[in-house]
């Protein structure tokens, strides 16, 4: 564990120090994000684009992580146990790509659907069994959207087949 935090303060000081614009917690371990990354970041926040939380063990995303880093634009967080997003996702006003793939999602994070500049949705290797599909419909910015390999019942699977104006990744049916 004592090498899990000194790799995750080794990359956290490295975007401090070298000014970058994201921050790779990838493959540390994390069980939630730091709260001690919190104040260490608190001088660049406004900085940081890009956020990878990418194959951890985290349950869950506190509403203090999308209210603090607001001008996030990527966020990958698959890989992890998730099964919700906090409702302060929806706050997230330049978000353009999440990755959610390979969770436990068993319900669609219906706030993701209350973020206008979102492009990119990676929801696949859930459990998801339905898609909001009228709510992506109306999202202005939506290009593409990943459902492949979840359990999704045969209503929102024929709904998938109609046009939409953005593409679908999803199993085609055997």
Avoid at 11 to 31: F, P, Q, W, Y
Avoid at 84 to 90: A, E, G, I, Q, R
Avoid at 121 to 128: A, M, P, V, Y
Wanted: proline share 4%; charged share 25%.
């Amino acid at each position: 564990m004592a090498e899990a935090v000194a790799k995750v303060a080794r990359r956290i000081n490295a975007t401090v120090e070298e000014g970058k614009d994201s921050v790779d917690l990838s493959k540390c371990m994390l069980a939630s994000f730091p709260d001690g990354v919190f104040k260490v970041l608190r001088t660049v926040t406004e900085n940081i684009r890009v956020i990878t939380l990418a194959d951890n063990e985290m349950k869950a995303v506190s509403s203090k992580f999308f209210t603090t880093f607001t001008q996030l634009r990527e966020l990958d967080l698959q890989g992890n146990v998730l099964t919700k997003l906090p409702d302060s996702v929806s706050e997230m006003k330049h978000l353009t790509s999440i990755n959610l793939a390979n969770n436990k999602f068993s319900i669609f994070p219906d706030k993701l659907t209350e973020i206008a500049t979102l492009e990119h949705i990676d929801l696949q290797g859930n459990s998801l069994t339905e898609v909001p599909l009228e709510k992506l419909s109306d999202m202005p910015s939506l290009k593409w959207l990943n459902v492949k390999s979840n359990p999704l019942d045969s209503n929102t699977k024929s709904a998938l087949q109609s046009p939409r104006k953005f593409d679908i990744l999803s199993t085609a049916e055997s």
